[in-house]
């Protein structure tokens, strides 16, 4: 069995969706014309056939994978996120701001890593980060429409989370 490498990749909505436009499939043995037409743009994934004019987005395809339903690559659980450290809230206005982000695991950031428990289960709320965090600095520019800061170059400030 090979790995599904955690990247994003478009992800589609299975051809039986209200997304997809073309209708039933139809019967390759009384119209295969149709059929053909209908098969080239529907192939077959392991949940069935998609459609290929219905794309739900960009997806993490082994997320995906491991849970049988889209997982967007914005919420992908292995791939490292920039988010503003905890309490920060960087002006809105300003379009050049330096930001601390913490720089980890989507379990890490929110606080679902076994470091934030004790041995008993229990939260510990005196734990600001777990050890997988690391503390970096982006800029207000970097910010995406998730909330996230991306890896992108700010030219203004040179600064790269």
Known sequence: M?????EPGAYYWNADSPYCKHGAEPDMHTDGEAWDL???RHPVSDDGHICLDAPAGDACLACSADDG?????SACRVREHARPKHGIVPN??????QVTVWVGTTDCLERECEEYFNDDGDENPGMERCSHIRVEQ???????????YSGAPCPALAIAP
């Not at 090979?2 to 955690?6: G, V």
């Not at 339903?69 to 690559?73: H, K």
């Not at 910010?143 to 996230?148: F, I, L, M, S």
């Open 38 to 40: 209908w098969s080239d």
């Open 92 to 97: 809105p206005d300003a379009e050049h701001q």
């Open 69 to 73: 339903e889209m997982v967007p690559w």
């Open 2 to 6: 090979t790995e599904n490498p955690h």
């Open 138 to 148: 982006a800029c207000s520019c970097q910010r995406d429409n998730t909330g996230e």
